[in-house]
């Protein structure tokens, strides 16, 4: 089993910026994939980024390329999502999710989900 546990949320005017926190625990391994997801009110859970703890290797979704970035945190198994400019369309919970060695954009391909965090962007 893998626990995830977000932190960082809140609320920040439009063009400010936001800095999540995913810390991993239990049964992690260097080939997993660590992903950032997000579900606003009434929408389906979105792909945000995602990053390979063994390469960095990172992916974005077009909506946030740009302004946001994920990476590897200095403490073991944490992973950072630093959100700039943020927008208010960007409101939503954000989760942490991950699966084993390939980096894939559909939620239900991740077995391990945190408990989320809100970011609400006010306009």
């Known amino acids: 089993q893998v626990q995830l546990v977000e932190s960082g949320g809140g609320l920040v005017q439009a063009g400010g910026s936001l800095r999540l926190s995913c810390a991993a625990s239990?049964?992690?391994?260097?080939?997993?994939?660590m992903g950032w997801f997000r579900q606003a009110p009434g929408k389906e859970r979105e792909f945000v980024a995602a990053?390979?703890?063994?390469?960095?290797?990172?992916v974005y979704s077009d909506s946030v390329k740009g302004r946001f970035t994920i990476s590897r945190g200095n403490a073991r198994k944490t992973v950072l999502l630093q959100m700039n400019s943020l927008k208010p369309e960007d409101t939503a919970v954000y989760y942490c999710?991950?699966?084993?060695?390939?980096?894939?954009?559909?939620?239900?391909?991740?077995?391990?989900w945190g408990q989320g965090t809100q970011v609400t962007v006010s306009s």
């Open positions: 990053i390979t703890w063994s390469g960095g290797t990172t």
């Open positions: 999710a991950a699966r084993p060695y390939t980096i894939l954009r559909n939620a239900s391909e991740y077995a391990y």
């Open positions: 239990g049964r992690t391994f260097s080939s997993d994939v």
